[in-house]
């Protein structure tokens, strides 16, 4: 009977978030109100029926929400525009459900664990920068997940017996191959269009675009990943013996595994010159496609027609076990978003230019200041997402602050990144600790410490001199 009830339960809540995704796909392309006015009260009960699972700082979210919406509503009369931003925040919920197709689908895939297996089985030369490339790889097509992935094997793979029962040398590699995988996991977010930090900035920054962007962000990440090698190079001493690699043909399913994230950009780069429909938009639909097609290939042997059938029926049992599982990241998503869209509402626009303009801030000092706040923030435990809509929902609409969009976006891209690689409350940084069986303070301060701090500065000088 209790069975039974949670498997109702979960079924109700996974329906909820779907039409949350089907309303605001619709609502994103055509613009079509209703279809906003449907996802929006989907997502608010998907919400209600999952506040048992939502964590303290997720319900404090909610609350802030439902108080800044009734002082918007109350104070402005605009109610309808409380409701627009409401639909709007669906956006990113959407967005999150959209991603987790292509997670399910890499789930039963042998070439992820092929892959996986070979990164970690580099000998010690090689070893960080292929566990950084595959932390990079692994955590777009898997988000979270990959991380998880990656850390278990490092687990299993880095033995005391494996390091000839030398406790140092074992301690050693743990912390190399960690702080490599977490690296390539949080660069991810520097470029990657299937990114939710692409996805929050690109739709709250219209006068921004991904493919301008693109080259920046990019360089961005080549300079984050090659600080990242320089400092392993310098800390640690080269080992002397490498694992055992029993599948030397494995580099083809990690290249597979690029070409299949760099496939997904391409289409969706290709509808936005075709439609004129802003690129983040289209990964809502190219992902979700995307991921049936690659469970059809898994399936094949059954015979087209039965491979669909079967990929489908995947796809809509995994959705049922994960979207409720998603509650919390649905929560911040979604009041993320809410708070951001209300900021202007609340905040009005000349009043926002005469604070910036009584600071006398200059552009450059504004951008490193931007940094100093999300990254101090983030160290204390306020979710970088919540301070970046706030804060570019304010500047978006702010012109006399003199940063292009173009800047703006590139200074809360690197800043969140960075500040990710601090924080010992960042969600990676506690899964991580989990899983190798540390507190996530001694990966974060002791480990990461010396180089988020450096990555950090050299970052402010950056943007305080980049003339974008």
Known sequence: MASGLLEFARARSAALLAITLAGATLHAYTRWAPAGYVAAPALVVYIVLE????????????????????????????????????????????????????????????????????????PPGRRYAALTFGGHVFG????????????????????????GGDQGRFELREKRMTLAVLRGFHSMAMWCPLSITMALLFSLTPGAHWS??????LALTAVFLALGWLFDYV????????????????????LAMLA?????????????QITGVRFTIHILVVVPLFALGWLVLQNLAAGPVEALRQS?????????????AYANEVTLFATAGFLGAMTPLVLREDTLVAVITNLHLTPAVLSVAIVLVIAGLSVVGINAMVTVTMLVGALAHAPATGLSPLKLVFVIVGAWSLSNGMSPLNSSMVLLGGVMGRPSETITIRWNGVFALTTLALFCVAVYFLPL
Not at 212 to 217: I, L, N, R, T
Not at 236 to 242: L, N, V
């Open 140 to 163: 777009i097509l898997l988000n979270l997940g990959g991380l998880a992935l990656l850390a278990s094997m490092l687990k299993q793979t880095n033995t005391l017996a494996a390091a």
């Open 51 to 122: 506040w048992p699972r939502l964590r303290g700082n997720a319900r404090l979210l909610v609350a802030a929400c439902v108080a800044l919406g009734l002082y918007a509503g109350i104070s402005t009369g605009a109610w309808h525009r409380v409701g627009d931003g409401l639909a709007s925040s669906c956006f990113y919920p959407a967005f999150l459900a959209a991603l987790s197709f292509l997670r399910d689908a890499a789930a039963s895939s042998p070439m992820v664990e092929r892959a996986g297996r070979y990164l970690v089985a580099q």
């Open 212 to 217: 301008e962007y693109a080259p920046y962000g």
């Open 235 to 254: 800390q640690f001493p080269r080992g002397r013996t490498a694992p055992v690699n029993d599948d030397p043909g494995g580099w083809r399913a990690a």
């Open 260 to 272: 299949q994230v760099t496939a997904i950009t391409l289409i969706a780069l290709l509808l936005e």
């Open 312 to 324: 489908v029926v995947t796809l809509v049992e995994r959705s049922k076990l994960g979207f409720p």
